[in-house]
Nanobody
């Protein structure tokens, strides 16, 4: 089973940007759909973006137009570019195989605050 390690989180002011990275332990080219998820404090985990094997993308309404997901099947990585971050984007962010989820990794904390 492929495992994922997220990185790139941090503290950013409202309106700022961050780029998250997700590294896979195995061959990501075999994974049909990869997703980025987030879990805000005290709330359930939600999916914010997904990307198919051939590049099809979909986004949650709350992040559409601000977040961009991309994948590199050679580097076995999936990135999430986040622009115009807002306090409600504060959460722990995770990546995973959408169709056959692995156990969740540690995630990476994103805090948006002035």
């Amino acid at each position: 089973q492929v495992q994922f390690v997220e990185s790139g989180g941090g503290l950013v002011q409202p309106g700022g940007s961050l780029r998250l990275s997700c590294a896979a332990s195995g061959n990501m080219a075999d994974i049909y759909v990869m997703g980025w998820y987030r879990q805000p404090p005290g709330k359930e985990r939600e999916r914010v973006a997904l990307i198919g094997k051939r590049g099809h993308t979909d986004y949650a309404p709350s992040v559409k137009g601000r977040f961009t997901i991309s994948r590199d099947n050679v580097k076995n990585s999936v990135d999430l570019q986040m622009n115009n971050l807002q306090p409600e984007d504060t959460a722990v962010y995770y990546c995973n195989d959408v169709g056959r989820p692995s156990s969740w990794g540690q995630g990476t904390q994103v805090t948006v605050s002035s």
